[in-house]
């Protein structure tokens, strides 16, 4: 028996497509996964599989509270426990994509934050977009890929500012994005390339470039909170 909601399964299809389609991972550097809270799983990337030889049927279900494979006989991706460890702390996400898109690994490689410089920065992020500490000896000994979810964890905080944050960088590794689904999980991958490509070529004419923190507040606000009045009822917010 597949497990797994054919329109899940359908959703994280789609959006793990999108990682080589936007040019955020060579080869199969990258992953999208999706969770059925309600069930008590999520669907991810199997581990080492190309996204032209991807279908729907291979993506893994993982349980959510033992991250035990659930069915099927291929491996899920290595980002699994990370990918886990970000559901079990925030309720609100739906999605989760890991990427190691170029400009974005260039700053975590860096131990760097992705500076807020413009405005189409601020209308996704309410901040720089963070890097964390760097993993211990010991949290790469054991538990590895679940410790570098907790440390972004550690660094993002709670549900509510997940949802104002919706990404970070490990550092030395690689950007982690997510959101209410699958697919607004790899948007929010697309803008972090996007706005650390940006960086880095205004830091490159400007190294004392910023942006005015009422500039940010004021961008950031007219798409997100109860006073929000980008888009239209029914439309996707991009």
Not at 92 to 112: D, K, L, P, Y
Not at 134 to 140: F, K, S, V
Not at 166 to 190: C, D, M, Q, R, Y
Request: aromatic share 8%; charged share 20%; proline share 7%.
């Amino acid at each position: 028996m597949t497990i797994g909601s054919e329109a899940l399964r359908q959703d994280v299809w789609l959006a793990n497509q999108v990682i080589p389609k936007a040019g955020l991972a060579q080869l199969t550097w990258g992953n999208v996964s999706g969770v059925d809270r309600d069930g008590g799983y999520f669907l991810i990337k199997p581990s080492g599989v190309s996204y032209d030889d991807l279908t729907p049927d291979m993506l893994v279900p993982v349980d959510l509270e033992t991250g035990k494979v659930l069915g099927g006989d291929l491996r899920p991706s290595v980002d699994t426990e990370s990918h886990r460890a970000f559901y079990l702390a925030w309720p609100s996400i739906g999605g989760i994509t890991h990427t190691h898109s170029t400009n974005a690994v260039a700053f975590a490689q860096a131990n760097r934050d992705i500076p807020v410089l413009g405005t189409t920065h601020a209308d996704t992020f309410n901040g720089p977009v963070p890097v964390t500490r760097g993993l211990t000896p010991e949290e790469c000994a054991t538990d590895y890929e679940f410790n570098t979810g907790q440390v972004i964890i550690e660094l993002i905080g709670d549900d509510e500012a997940a949802a104002g944050m919706p990404g970070a960088l490990v550092a030395n590794h690689g950007p982690f994005t997510w959101g209410v689904s699958p697919k607004k999980s790899v948007e929010h991958a697309i803008i972090v390339e996007a706005v650390a490509e940006m960086a880095i070529k205004t830091l490159a004419l400007n190294p004392d470039a910023f942006t005015p923190q009422h500039l940010q507040e004021r961008h950031f606000k007219r798409k997100h909170g109860p006073g929000a009045y980008y888009g239209n009822p029914g439309a996707t917010k991009s």
